[in-house]
């Protein structure tokens, strides 16, 4: 239970901004839940992952010099507030990944924390007069992703 300010700004760095390990039993403190899902990270040499906030998408998808991201015009979904699309960014490929349409970042950030606190795993929630599905993951007490079903 939050008590303060104080304790809410805490639990929302742990949960965000802390660095953890993403990979299996790796310790090296490698990435944040803020990067995975806001900003989006390379697994490796030939894939993206995460990247579930329409804005860092649109942004890296306008710009005309590398890295970039090409979506071929290609979604997987699209319904209202939200869409999933396939991509590659800078030649590591994300077969799905799925986001709010339109919203702001503390937008994304205020209802996946939610959800995360209050029901993890699967959210089902309404916005605007739409039910629609959200999935949080936790490691290690971190917010590993957070995305809207579409």
């Known amino acids: 239970k939050i008590q303060n300010v104080a304790e809410l700004r805490a639990l929302l760095r742990r949960l965000w901004f802390d660095f953890y390990p993403r990979s299996g039993n790796s310790t090296v403190l490698d990435t944040s839940g803020f990067e995975h899902v806001m900003v989006g990270e390379y697994k490796s040499v030939e894939k993206a992952s995460g990247l579930h906030n329409w804005l860092a998408f649109y942004e890296k998808e306008k710009k005309t010099e590398e890295p970039n991201i090409n979506y071929y015009g290609y979604t997987c979904g699209i319904e209202p507030h939200r869409m999933c699309a396939a991509y590659d ?39 605007d007069g739409q039910k629609m599905d959200l999935q949080t993951f936790s490691k290690d007490g971190h917010v590993a992703t957070a995305f809207v079903h579409v």
């Open 89 to 127: 960014w800078n030649g590591r490929k994300k077969r799905l990944s799925s986001f709010f349409l339109n919203v702001s970042p503390a937008f994304d950030l205020a209802i996946y924390t939610l959800c995360f606190v209050m029901r993890p795993g699967t959210c089902h929630v309404v916005v």
